[in-house]
C-alpha cells in the first residue's frame, strides 16, 4: 500500500484520484498521465471538477462571472476549460447561445473525449418548452453546439413533473444516469419518491433503475435511495447505488442503508454489501464505486461481519468481486490484520479493479505513518494494489 504525506496530501489526493477517476469511467485502461495544474483567474469559486481522458478538457462548476462573456445570471455556471487552446466555454447557455442560463447550473459529468457534458440546471432556457418550475438534467454537445433534456417525460417532449439531479455519464456519452422525483419519466413510478433513472441517448428511452424485487418502484414500502454516489458501468448495463429499501432483495432484514447493483439487461438487483459466505453487513454501508466492467465495487462499510477477525466497529473500505462472489477488506494494516487503529472511506477504483484509492485516519496502513498514536489523527490517501496484496 502506498501512502501520501501529509504535507502533499491535497496535491497528492487530486493526482491519484483523478487518474483513479479515469480509469475508472473507462476513459483509459492504462496509467493516463495528469497534467500539471494549471491556476486561472476567476471572480469566485470554482469546483466540482471532472476531466477527459486525455487531461485536456476540464468541466467545472462557478458563479464567477468573469470566465466568458454574457454570464450575467449572478449564480452557478457549468464551464469547460480546454487546456490546449487556453479557452473556457460556457457549457450552461440558453438555447439561442448568446449568454448563460437564466438559473443555476451544477453538477457536470464529462464524456471521455470531452464532447459531451451532462449537468443539472434549474434555467428554464438552455431548451425549449422547460416548464416545470425544477431543476432538470441536460447533455451539452459541445461539438454540435446542441443541449438536450435528459430527464424527459414519457411523451419524449416535456420534462418531468418534478426535480431532476445528480449526473452521471458513460465515457462513450451515451447513457447517463441521474436521480428524478419525478413521476412521469418511466412506467410503473408509483413510489412518490426520488428513484434513479438511466437515459440512453441514442435510443431515446429511460429506464427506471431502482425498482425492487418484483420490478415496482422501489421506495414503495422500503426506505430512500442515496444518488448523489451512484455509479454507472462503462456500458450502462450496471448501476451501483445506495438504499435503505428492505425490498430490493429477498430477505434485507438488517434495517440499515445497504450498497446495491441494478443489473439493467437481467433487470436484477444485487447485494453488494454482503460478506464472502452470504451474511449481510450488520451496519451501514455506502459511498460505492465501480469498475469500468461492473465487475469489481468499492465501497464503505463500519460494519464487523464483512470480513473475519475484524473486531472494530469502525468504517473500513472492502471491494465485492460480483463474479467470484468475495468481499475482501481494501483498508488493512500493515501486517496484513483486519483492524487498523482508525476510519477509512471514500474509495476511488481503477477501471480493471486491480487499484482503490481512498482516504484514512489510520496510523498503522503503512509503515512510514509516523504521527504519534497520541496526536491528533491527520488525513491521508493511500492505494491499495488488489493483485498484488501492496
Known sequence: MKRFSKLQMTLAA????????VSENGRAAQTVPVPAFTVESAAADCHDAGVSADGRLVVFVSRADNLVRNDSNGT????????????????????????????????ASISADGRFVALESSASDLVANDTNNAADVFV???????????????????????????PVMTPDGRFVLFESRASNLALNDLNNASDLFVRDLVSGVTTLVTRDRFGSASALGGGPVFADTARISDDGRWVAFTSAASNLIANDNNQKSDVFVRDLLNRTNILVSVATNGISANNNSSNPAMSADGRYVAF??????????????????????????????????QTGGFNPTNSSFGPVISADGRYVAFQSLANDLVSDDNLPTSAVPALDVFVRDLQMGT
Open 140 to 166: 451539452r454537445d459541445l461539438v454540435a453546439g446542441t443541449t438536450t433534456l435528459v430527464s424527459v417525460a414519457l411523451d419524449g417532449v416535456s420534462p418531468g413533473n418534478q426535480a431532476s439531479f445528480w
Open 76 to 107: 452557478f455556471d457549468v464551464f469547460v476549460r480546454d487546456r490546449t487552446l487556453g479557452k473556457t466555454i460556457l457549457v450552461s447557455v440558453n438555447r439561442d447561445g448568446t449568454r448563460s442560463g437564466n438559473g443555476a447550473s451544477l453538477a
Open 300 to 333: 464503505q462499510s463500519p460494519a464487523n461481519n464483512l470480513v473475519v477477525n475484524n473486531l472494530l466497529v469502525t468504517s473500513n473500505v472492502y471491494v465485492r468481486d460480483l463474479v467470484a462472489r468475495t468481499t475482501a477488506l481494501v483498508s488493512v494494516n
Open 14 to 21: 487530486q493526482l491519484v484520484l483523478a487518474w483513479l477517476v
